[in-house]
């Protein structure tokens, strides 16, 4: 029995220790103009960039930079603008790439948010 839990208990250790997101959660939606808002913990990297990913074709879109050179040193939120010039979708995405001098480098994505074109739903209506 003891033996059972050992083995389970290494099997997370690894998954527990490794940069990821907490934020965005699934389901998550913001407007364009608006704060953006992401969180990253964990062990195996405390530096990095944070890009803004399109998920939505054939291939992902690297849009371009969130954050620079971000310090993880805990369960740090950090704040960015949502482009004025995004398109509305559901396929956005945040990657985390560790800046090349941490040697236990792990990439991490987000889930899944919406982005909403408030201006283009405003004029929508302004045509009904």
Known sequence: MKFTYTIRLALLLPAVSATHFTWPAQFTQ?????????????????????????????????????????????????????????????????????????GKATTAFSYYFTIKNKRKEASDKDKA
């Open 30 to 102: 913001w407007e364009n103009g608006e704060k953006g808002l992401f969180r990253l913990v964990g062990e195996s990297c405390k530096s990095g960039s944070i890009k803004l990913i399109d998920s939505g074709g054939f291939a992902p879109k690297n849009l371009g930079y969130v954050a620079k050179d971000v310090d993880i040193t805990g369960d740090d939120a950090f704040e960015f603008d949502i482009w004025d010039e995004l398109p509305a979708g559901e396929t956005y995405q945040l990657g985390f790439y560790p800046n090349l001098d941490c």
